[in-house]
Structures are given as C-alpha cells and as structure tokens.
C-alpha cells in the first residue's frame, strides 16, 4: 500500500475562484434543488450566469432557494 507522503507530491497552486465556466444566457433546470446537493448545484449555476428553475416538492423550500437564486441572476 502507498501513503500519501510517500508520493511526495508537489504542492499545486489552487484553482482560481473567477467563473470557470460562463453560463450567461443557458437556462437550467434542476430538479431536488431546494436542498442539499441539488440546491448546491442550483446556486453555482446561477454564479455562472445561468437562469435557473428549481423543481422540487415542498413549495416553502422552494421559495427559499428561489429568493438566493435572484441575487446571482440578471434580468433577461
């Protein structure tokens, strides 16, 4: 078995956090979004640009997200 120290790895710089990837102008649907991973998802598309809907079952969480989600979208 190998260690990690043992591969002696050398130290990476980390990744920038400026947007990775642009979504501007794609919409996106994610379903479970309104918590958990699927909310995760959701707001970093969001971050990227996309307009996103959220479908999920419980209609109060789903305002929630819905309402975290209008800071990081722009108006068509």
């Keep these: 078995m190998i260690l990690a120290k043992e591969l002696a790895l050398k130290p990476t710089k980390p990744m920038p956090s400026a947007n990775l990837f642009d979504l501007s102008g794609r919409v996106a649907v994610v379903t ?14 969001a971050q990227a640009g996309a307009a996103v809907g959220v479908l999920a079952r419980n209609e109060e969480k789903n305002q ?11 108006p068509p």
């Design 32 to 45: 479970g979004g309104n918590g958990g991973i699927g909310r995760g998802i959701a707001l970093g598309l």
């Design 64 to 74: 929630r997200v819905m309402s975290e989600l209008q800071r990081w979208e722009l």
